[in-house]
T-cell receptor, first 114, second 113 residues
Framework: AQSVSQHNHHVILSEAASLELGCNYS??????LFWYVQYPGQHLQLLLK??????LVKGIKGFEAEFIKSKFSFNLRKPSVQWSDTAEYFC????????????FGTGTKLQVIP | NAGVTQTPKFQVLKTGQSMTLQCAQD?????MYWYRQDPGMGLRLIYY???????DKGEVPNGYNVSRLNKREFSLRLESAAPSQTSVYFC????????????FGDGTRLSIL
């Protein structure tokens, strides 16, 4: 069965600190990987996605993620966080072919302290 | 603007009442989804519809029914609301190409007293 694990449930950082949020997935076939962000009171918005090619993916607002196939990981990074990055972050996997089965991780709440 | 539209945005119900959450998308997407979001549990899939005329259970379907009225609309019904169904509900849709992300509605915050 397809699954996604986000091991960090709540992360607190000071502004300008570096961020890395873990995401591991399990699925035997080809997957497409996504990171979404949800600001307080809002819906999920796409940060970045990976489906093929360069495993280092750059998204909006200075975020990037690296797909490491051997580790089944797709960790999200940002060199220097800002207070406005305070939000909840979700990793998601969509399996390829036929019906697009979507599986989300349980989310990581990031709190950035000014 | 193109996207996913959910109504209502907020609703308070009494235990045992029924209601339908509406969702419509204007992107000609085939697949539509209903999720509930609860603290610490991420998004859990309630029902999905791979195409017009088909619906299937997701992870947490009990207490809910859905209708894929046409390609645009996918409604979620609570027949007899229970306090455990207090949650934020999101509708989403996705096109046929699997490397495309889901598009989400703004959510419905539902409280059952």
């Amino acid at each position: 069965a397809q699954s996604v694990s986000q091991h960090n449930h709540h992360v607190i950082l000071s502004e300008a600190a570096s961020l890395e949020l873990g995401c591991n997935y399990s699925y035997g076939g080809t997957v497409n990987l996504f990171w979404y962000v949800q600001y307080p009171g809002q819906h999920l918005q796409l940060l970045l996605k990976y489906f093929s090619g360069d495993p280092l993916v750059k998204g909006i607002k200075g975020f990037e993620a690296e797909f490491i196939k051997s580790k089944f990981s797709f960790n999200l990074r940002k060199p220097s966080v800002q207070w406005s990055d305070t939000a909840e972050y979700f990793c998601a996997v969509i399996s390829s072919g036929g019906y697009q089965k979507v599986t989300f991780g349980t989310g990581t709440k990031l709190q950035v302290i000014p | 603007n193109a996207g996913v539209t959910q109504t209502p945005k907020f609703q308070v119900l009494k235990t045992g009442q029924s209601m339908t959450l509406q969702c419509a998308q204007d992107m000609n997407h085939n697949s539509m989804y209903w999720y509930r979001q609860d603290p610490g549990m991420g998004l859990r899939l309630i029902y999905y519809s791979a195409s017009e005329g088909t619906t299937d259970k997701g992870e947490v379907p009990n207490g809910y029914n859905v209708s894929r009225l046409n390609k645009r609309e996918f409604s979620l019904r609570l027949e007899s609301a229970a306090p455990s169904q207090t949650s934020v509900y999101f509708c989403a849709s996705i096109g046929q190409i699997s490397n495309q992300p889901q598009h989400f509605g703004d959510g419905t915050r539902l409280s059952i007293l």
